[in-house]
T-cell receptor
Framework: DAGVIQSPRHEVTEMGQEVTLRCKPI?????LFWYRQTMMRGLELLIY????????DSGMPEDRFSAKMPNASFSTLKIQPSEPRDSAVYFC????????????FGPGTRLLVL | EDQVTQSPEALRLQEGESSSLNCSYTVSGLRGLFWYRQDPGKGPEFLFT???AGEEKEKERLKATLTKKESFLHITAPKPEDSATYLCAVQAHYGGSQGNLIFGKGTKLSVKP
């Protein structure tokens, strides 16, 4: 298996622009997670899905952030409008249910908002 | 509030110098404790899951242990390729559904030849 795939790997944009991050989970995994990592706050959960349905979005910082999972093999995290404080590395992870709760992470998208 | 604290923040070792990393946690009912390794520019890579106090798991030069309040990651005779940031995370029981992972900020390990 190719593992969790994320794109783009790097994104540089200007404040106010829309940013879309993409994720393809491991085939057969029921859960998908979006995390944000910064030096100050470490790795924080933003939102997670189970069978394409959002379960907990309490970590989404504000209404500028939205996430969708239209099917089992694709998810997006959108920031509109973007702000400099959104600069971070965004990770997608996926896991199986049925007791296999280990989360497998993608390589991340490094976002810089100028 | 569920919380994970890792210490030290950074650790420098000479090759072959054994040591331990600490992960202290407070959680309302532990479902599992996870250790990950993260290399620069990459996503966290799964190492171990521990479920109950007294449990131990080993992988090459790494051994993870768990008590009711903390976990240790013991590194025996480390090599330069063990240099990475090691992350600890806990998962709590939430009504039987899969709870969120709460991560510590990590310990950055450097092993010099």
């Amino acid at each position: 298996d190719a593992g969790v795939i994320q794109s783009p790997r790097h994104e540089v944009t200007e404040m106010g622009q829309e940013v879309t991050l993409r994720c393809k989970p491991i085939s057969g995994h029921d859960y998908l997670f979006w995390y944000r990592q910064t030096m100050m706050r470490g790795l924080e959960l933003l939102i997670y899905f189970n069978n394409n349905v959002p379960i907990d979005d309490s970590g989404m910082p504000e209404d500028r952030f939205s996430a969708k999972m239209p099917n089992a093999s694709f998810s997006t995290l959108k920031i509109q409008p973007s702000e400099p404080r959104d600069s971070a590395v965004y990770f997608c992870a996926s896991s199986l249910f049925s007791g296999h709760e280990t989360q497998y992470f993608g390589p991340g998208t490094r976002l810089l908002v100028l | 509030e569920d919380q994970v604290t890792q210490s030290p923040e950074a650790l420098r070792l000479q090759e072959g110098e054994s040591s331990s990393l600490n992960c202290s946690y407070t959680v309302s009912g532990l479902r599992g404790l996870f250790w990950y390794r993260q290399d620069p520019g990459k996503g966290p890579e799964f190492l171990f899951t521990l479920y109950s106090a007294g449990e131990e798991k080993e992988k090459e030069r790494l051994k993870a242990t768990l008590t009711k309040k903390e976990s240790f990651l013991h590194i025996t005779a480390p090599k330069p390729e063990d240099s990475a940031t090691y992350l600890c995370a806990v998962q709590a029981h939430y009504g039987g559904s899969q709870g969120n992972l709460i991560f510590g900020k990590g310990t950055k390990l450097s092993v010099k030849p």
